[in-house]
Antibody, heavy 119, light 112 residues
Framework: EVQLVESGGGLIQPGGSLRLSCVASGFTVSSNAMSWVRQAPGKGLEWVSLIYIGGGTNHADSVKGRFTISRDNSKNTVYLQMSSLRAEDTAVYYC?????????????WGQGTLVTVSS | DIVMTQSPDSLAVSLGERATINCKSSQSVLYRSDNKNYLGWYQQKPGQPPKLLIYWASTRESGVPDRFSGSGSGTDFTLTISSLQAEDVAVYYCQQHYTAPTFGKGTRLEIK
């Protein structure tokens, strides 16, 4: 059974850093593109970051230079390192698997982890 | 970025009736080399993550009931629920993946 379990969210002050983790089971993260997608409270969905099968990465302009996506194949885990956090980064962060035939369309999602940026 | 515009923002439909949600992209998402529209639809129920319903604009994901269908090409797309069931109450999003992924703002579907 495919599962994605996110962790690492919490309350953080503006300017702070946080690392989110996404542990996968039922498939290997190195065989699929993986993304982080966020949803601010009561709002819509915003793609954040993607790591391709080959290891290349891409980030939304809103987080470029502040967020970094990576993975550890030995732990079957994807990470999102977030720094210089702002109030507008407050959201539920979902880990999502890219479909085999299209890396940036998402066929499986975790339950999400809430990040709150506030003083 | 490609902007995705959904309409209406919210919709109330009677059980058993048809529901139609529209999605328009600011530029074409039809990739000429493979003749595929890089457009998907998701359903999000309260307190749950999104669920992929439709990909390539009109192909149902495995396990999705056949009352859900997608249509359109280029810049104009439609998600249709042919006979609304109570469990279909949710917010529906379109998403393009022709370029860096972007989503519509969502359409809230309720029972009339």
């Amino acid at each position: 059974e495919v599962q994605l379990v996110e962790s690492g969210g919490g309350l953080i002050q503006p300017g702070g850093s946080l690392r989110l983790s996404c542990v996968a089971s039922g498939f290997t993260v190195s065989s699929n593109a993986m993304s982080w997608v966020r949803q601010a409270p009561g709002k819509g969905l915003e793609w954040v970051s993607l790591i391709y099968i080959g290891g290349g990465t891409n980030h939304a302009d809103s987080v470029k230079g502040r967020f970094t996506i990576s993975r550890d194949n030995s732990k079957n885990t994807v990470y999102l390192q977030m720094s210089s956090l702002r109030a507008e980064d407050t959201a539920v962060y979902y880990c999502a698997r890219g479909r085999r035939s299209s890396s940036d369309l998402f066929d499986f999602w975790g339950q999400g982890t809430l990040v709150t940026v506030s003083s | 970025d490609i902007v995705m515009t959904q309409s209406p923002d919210s919709l109330a439909v009677s059980l058993g009736e048809r529901a139609t949600i529209n999605c328009k992209s600011s530029q074409s998402v039809l990739y000429r080399s493979d003749n595929k529209n890089y457009l998907g639809w998701y359903q999000q129920k309260p307190g749950q993550p999104p669920k992929l319903l439709i990909y390539w604009a009109s192909t149902r994901e495995s396990g999705v009931p056949d009352r859900f269908s997608g249509s359109g090409s280029g810049t104009d797309f439609t998600l249709t629920i042919s006979s609304l069931q109570a469990e279909d109450v949710a917010v529906y999003y379109c998403q393009q993946h022709y370029t860096a992924p972007t989503f519509g703002k969502g359409t809230r579907l309720e029972i009339k």
